[in-house]
């Protein structure tokens, strides 16, 4: 039987609420090293509830959270749990009373659903892969294959801008137009290379003007050396037109991110 709920005074009373960063298995042992959000930062502990267990650390109630060294935490903490077991990542910021909310809120309440989750994620990690164009080989790809934005860009060459505002502006719009056409087509390439695996995917919305591909893959940490084989072999054939990276294993933020307790 869980312990009878503390009164409010006395929660209002505390000096420290519970951070709360994803479930994982029960059976899991925390790292006593490990370190999360917080200033100093804190040390994490599990609260356990039949076969699910949270991953949480104590936070002063009166120090609001934002820094970039939390979010950077939060993230830390979460990708290094999903390298091992399976992780169900909260969104930053998830705070609670006490432990006792964690196991009778949280963990109680949606024990099932978050054990079946765990579950589906066995032996499983997200692994993210991020292309940007470099930028004078997309440039001289797009003037090469244009005829018409070629042109454009040799009459405003030397000239004043004022001079040449509206041809300025059409050629801007027609390398936009022409680089989201090619990002169009590089993601369908790689999300077809990435689909041979088994993995499911996630295609994100470009970062910056000049991403060629941003894809989060849900996909089994046994077959990550292939994963990294497909990534090798399409940054090679795109060597010197595109910067390609491969990011993870991470917590399996682009499929089974929770909301915060009580959202």
Known sequence: ?????????????????????GMVPADVETDPEARGVGDPPAEIRAVKHDRVAALISEIPRDKPLGRPEDLTAHAALLDAAAAEVPVLPLRFGAVVADEDAVRTELLEQNHDDFAAALDQLEGKAEYVIKARYV?????????????????LREAIRGKPEEATRNERMALGEGIGNAIA??????????VDALSELGAQIAVREPTHEEDAVHVACLAETAKQSDLEDVV??????????????????????DFVVTQRPGA
Do not use: H
């Open 1 to 21: 039987m869980a312990d009878e709920p503390e009164p409010q005074e006395q929660q209002q009373d505390r000096e420290t609420v519970v951070y709360v960063y």
């Open 135 to 151: 930028e004078q080989a997309i440039l001289r790809e797009i003037l090469e294959s244009d005829e018409r934005l070629s042109q």
């Open 181 to 190: 056409a090619r990002r169009e087509a590089d993601t369908a390439k790689v």
């Open 232 to 253: 090798d072999r399409i940054a090679e054939e795109w060597s010197g037109r595109v910067d390609m990276r491969l990011l993870g294993p991470l917590a399996a933020y």
